[in-house]
């Protein structure tokens, strides 16, 4: 598991705001580098990674796993070093006061965002709104207008904090630990056994409308496409019905918007080869990359696999290794299928 964690904390180090990524970049191993066919960056971003079959005529494959993460968007420089911002995704303003943040100006810069020390509140605590709070660098505002600029984007500074029991918390989880289980699927599956050519995209813009994967796929155009995200993991405050647990491997999505043939054939092979996995209904909406994807072109196959993860959209999301090193054996199952899914 060590290699696994050390390529989850590698992944989880870059800033990936969403709509902003391709600047941020993505940085490879030698390793995975060495494992690939093909590695580009399209005209929206994403990363497409390459693994060809042997086999002549092979279909196509697509993993997809979302690159890019929440943030802030810098609106207003202000007097003795504050910033406004507004988010960029989903922020739970609930954990946002006394975070840690990284502005990325011309030169990375830290900040903390500003928080009312307890004893001087007065009235009923409410859930703080994103324009009452600024982000403290410690800067004056002329040294500070020198760095960064109207646009420029900030998130939360990447703390990786290895857990007991092979848990990891940190920023970026969501979904950098789908990205990681492809990565590692890359770099140990032989390309002899590939029964598809793999198209594996490290894809952007799913915080904020989808266009990254929708272009790509359409592009593409594969035979199937797996989609892959993290759902929420079973905990206090979250219902069972919507909730995986951690350590019980990758879900399976039931869902009107998923093929239904790739969906049962999915689970039948994990059921053969004892992979251990769990399944939740999705009646509607998946709230994944599978809902432009699968109406790409002139329509996808469609699976998604979702991993358990705890405190989405925070600085502590919470995954556990012995799920990714499940989620990446799966992907291994379905490139490696001698029968058609």
Known sequence: ????????????????????????????????????????????????LVKKSKKQGAKKLMLDAHLDIIGFMVTEICEKGFLRVVNIGGLDTRVLPATHVTINGKEKLFGVITSTPPHLRTGESKVPKIEDLFIDTGMSKEKLEEIVSIGDTASFSPIFTPLLNNYVSGVGLDDKSCACAILDFLCSVDSEKLEYDVYAILSVQEEVGRG??????????????????????KQEGVSSEESIQCGKGPSVDISSLCDRRLTKNIIKLFKENSLEHQIICEAGRTGTNNECISISAQGIRTAVLSLPLKSMHTPSEVVRLEDIK????????????????
Do not use: Y
């Not at 940085?27 to 971003?45: F, H, N, P, Q, R």
């Not at 990254?212 to 155009?221: H, I, K, N, T």
């Not at 499940?326 to 899914?341: D, G, N, P, Q, V």
């Open 212 to 233: 990254g994967p929708a272009r790509v796929a359409f592009e593409l155009d594969p035979d199937i496409a797996i989609i892959t995200d993290v759902n929420f993991a």
């Open 326 to 341: 499940a989620l990446s054996r799966a992907f291994e199952l379905i490139a490696t299928a001698k029968e058609e899914l």
């Open 1 to 48: 598991m060590t290699q696994l964690k050390e390529r989850l904390r590698a992944l989880c180090s870059i800033s990936t705001v969403s709509g902003f990524e391709l600047a941020q970049g993505c940085v490879l191993t030698d390793e995975e580098k060495a494992s690939l066919d093909e590695i580009k960056v399209d005209k929206m971003g994403n990363l497409i």
